[in-house]
T-cell receptor
Framework: QQQVKQSPQSLIVQKGGISIINCAYE??????FPWYQQFPGKGPALLIA?????SEKKEGRFTISFNKSAKQFSLHIMDSQPGDSATYFC??????????????FGQGTTLQVKP | KAGVTQTPRYLIKTRGQQVTLSCSPI?????VSWYQQTPGQGLQFLFE???????NKGNFPGRFSGRQFSNSRSEMNVSTLELGDSALYLC?????????????FGPGTRLTVL
């Protein structure tokens, strides 16, 4: 019940295309859903995050869509660029319910954007 | 403002040894969490400290331990190292002020156990 399932494992997109990564969870106690981006040799960096009372959040080319009833959320990268090539992790936590920063991560998606 | 720093960046140990990893959070951050990252298991939560107290612990054996000092710096220790402990160990800090407590990750310590 603590798992977050992420798909696909890898993704190849042409420059200018849309990259879509999906995540699903079981535990309805999760109340904070961040996405992290990780480049080789670096730690993960927060990209964008959402709370379950919001169905969509957009920041620049990055959008999170959240479906509370289906217990799914997804990351959309519009106009994908070669510089977006990285590994993306979805995560979930009970940040507000349990006053903890403990993050449960998905398995990660390696995105390659071809020029 | 300096980011999360972790030392050392790389470490090679042999089975049975013990190791101590260090993490300095962003200035002003009071919460520190540790994660283990491996190709097979992904990113797994180890423990979380706030104001020198362990607030949360993941499902790791007792060989994994940690502590936090009064200046919020944190260390984690792994005793009796096993081959499977080879991983990237990541430290993350957060401010713990207000509603949004974004976790900022350091670059990690790459531990190799031979």
């Amino acid at each position: 019940q603590q798992q977050v399932k992420q798909s696909p494992q890898s993704l190849i997109v042409q420059k200018g295309g849309i990259s879509i990564i999906n995540c699903a969870y079981e535990n309805t106690a999760f109340d904070y859903f961040p996405w992290y981006q990780q480049f080789p040799g670096k730690g993960p960096a927060l990209l964008i995050a959402i709370r379950p009372d919001v169905s969509e959040k957009k920041e620049g080319r990055f959008t999170i869509s959240f479906n509370k009833s289906a217990k799914q959320f997804s990351l959309h990268i519009m106009d994908s660029q070669p510089g977006d090539s990285a590994t993306y992790f979805c995560a979930a936590s009970m940040e507000y319910r349990s006053n903890t920063g403990k993050l449960i991560f998905g398995q990660g998606t390696t995105l390659q954007v071809k020029p | 403002k300096a980011g999360v720093t972790q030392t050392p960046r790389y470490l090679i140990k042999t089975r049975g040894q013990q190791v101590t990893l260090s993490c300095s959070p962003i200035s002003g951050h009071r919460s520190v969490s540790w994660y283990q990252q491996t190709p097979g298991q992904g990113l797994q939560f180890l423990f979380e400290y706030f104001s020198e107290t362990q607030r949360n612990k993941g499902n790791f054996p007792g060989r994994f331990s940690g502590r936090q000092f009064s200046n919020s710096r944190s260390e984690m220790n792994v005793s009796t190292l096993e081959l499977g402990d080879s991983a990237l160990y990541l430290c993350a800090s957060s401010l713990e002020a207000g509603e949004i407590n974004t976790q900022y990750f350091g670059p990690g310590t790459r531990l190799t156990v031979l």
